[in-house]
Nanobody
Framework: QVQLVESGGGLVQAEDSLRLTCATS????????MGWFRQAPGKEREFVAGISWSGQVTRYEDSVKGRFTVSRDNVKNTLYLQMTSLKPEDTAVYYC????????????????????WGQGTQVTVSS
């Protein structure tokens, strides 16, 4: 049974930092592309960041480039999202997702077909 469990969300002030963690189980994590998405109230879910199975390829949504960093630990089967210089517009529920179809490092993580999702963790940034 595949499980993705996010943690690390919370209430912070603008310009603060947070690190989100996604603990996984039931996956062959070392061969799975991973991503972070978010959904703000009244808005559609959007891609935030993605990382290839090897960790060699990453992609970011334009508004988070230079502020967020996605990484993975293939020994701990864990995905991370380091968020810095947070802004009120980053307020959302953040979800991690797994793309179990194998994608090579030549492919864009933003275009993966993500087929497993976590339950989400709330990030609230006050101004």
């Amino acid at each position: 049974q595949v499980q993705l469990v996010e943690s690390g969300g919370g209430l912070v002030q603008a310009e603060d930092s947070l690190r989100l963690t996604c603990a996984t189980s039931g996956l062959t994590f070392t061969s799975v592309g991973m991503g972070w998405f978010r959904q703000a109230p009244g808005k559609e879910r959007e891609f935030v960041a993605g990382i290839s199975w090897s960790g060699q390829v990453t992609r970011y949504e334009d508004s988070v480039k230079g502020r967020f960093t996605v990484s993975r630990d293939n020994v701990k089967n864990t995905l991370y999202l380091q968020m810095t210089s947070l802004k009120p517009e980053d307020t959302a529920v953040y979800y991690c997702a797994a793309a179990t179809l194998f994608y090579s490092d030549y492919e864009n993580p933003q275009l993966y077909e993500y087929d497993y999702w976590g339950q989400g963790t709330q990030v609230t940034v006050s101004s």
